[in-house]
């Protein structure tokens, strides 16, 4: 009953800028923390960036002074603003989100996106 879909990856060169964005849907009575995740070819899943209802940001020392993650929670939306991209940030890119939802009964949800590629080339 709830979905994340993500939009805004492609293809940009090193330096670059790149934004995404993801936007919940469904039976939703409130969304607790969202981040975002990536992983690359041939590693694991990692944190990139988190968010709580109230805007408190905590970053990977990887993307600390590059990325910025913000939310409009009238949208429920959240939003990665990625500068100075590097070809290490290559990766698909998850949304993640903590949600209570009202249907068919109250009830908590981590949810997940289906991934939005992100390419940097040098």
């Known amino acids: 009953q709830v979905q994340l879909v993500e939009s805004g990856g492609g293809l940009v060169q090193a330096g670059g800028s790149l934004r995404l964005s993801c936007a919940a849907s469904g039976s939703i009575f409130s969304i607790h923390a969202m981040g975002w995740y990536r992983q690359a070819p041939g590693k694991q899943r990692e944190l990139v960036a988190a968010?709580?209802?109230?805007?408190?940001?905590n970053y990977a020392d990887s993307v600390k002074g590059r990325f910025t993650i913000s939310r409009d929670n009238a949208k429920n939306t959240v939003y990665l603003q990625m500068t100075s991209l590097k070809p290490e940030d290559t990766a698909v890119y998850y949304c993640?989100?903590?949600?209570?939802?009202?249907?068919?009964?109250?009830?908590?949800?981590?949810?997940w996106g289906q991934g939005t590629l992100v390419t940097v080339s040098s």
């Open positions: 968010i709580t209802s109230g805007g408190t940001a």
């Open positions: 993640n989100a903590n949600i209570v939802a009202v249907a068919p009964t109250l009830r908590y949800l981590e949810v």
